[in-house]
């Protein structure tokens, strides 16, 4: 089985100070790591993504996330957060050897940026 | 290039009443996915597909049928809605490439059950 968990339910930052946004997981086997952003009645759009190699990984809009193994986890970073960051962020994990390349979501965090 | 459209957008219905949510991509994506929304327990999988003609059982599959008959199209049915099926939901696609392709997702259906 694999499961993934959010540990904030929101997080508020100022506009300009750096952002993290927590994520544990885990899995059987090697993980697939994922993150996803939510704006306000929208679908989810996709921001990065783990598979192997280095353990740092960059992504959309000056997001990067670092993967460590052996703390399972893969938080989500961006050195200076701006308003329009403010959103609902979801991490999901898929383990390697499930079958469907079914994703497991988080709970969510909603990040709130303050001018 | 439409991607993900989900129809309809919005809908109420009453207790026992049945409905079909219509998902369509035109990126020609191998796998589809029907996931529900609801606050503090993120996305579930509902069903999902791994190709035309193949369905298959998620996390939270019961109350729900689908069906895959062209590979552009997955429909979800609801054949006797109830109030815990009130939520948002969301159909993604994905385009096969061993294993690591990220979802790509629809704008979502709200649905109310009174």
Known sequence: AQSVAQPEDQVNVAEGNPLTVKCTYSVSGNPYLFWYVQYPNRGLQFLLKYITGDNLVKGSYGFEAEFNKSQTSFHLKKPSALVSDSALYFCAVRDIQAAGNKLTFGGGTRVLVKP | NAGVTQTPKFRVLK?????????????????????????????????????????????????????????????????????????????????????????FFGEGSRLTVL
């Open chain 2, 15 to 103: 207790t026992g009443q049945s409905m079909t949510l219509l998902c369509a991509q035109d990126m020609n994506h191998e796998y589809m996915y029907w996931y529900r929304q609801d606050p503090g327990m993120g996305l579930r999988l509902i069903h999902y597909s791994v190709g035309e003609g193949t369905t298959a059982k998620g996390e939270v599959p019961d109350g729900y049928n689908v069906s895959r008959l062209k590979k552009q199209n997955f429909l979800l049915g609801l054949e006797s809605a109830a109030p815990s099926q009130t939520s948002v939901y969301f159909c993604a696609s994905t385009l096969w490439t061993g294993g690591v392709g990220e979802l």
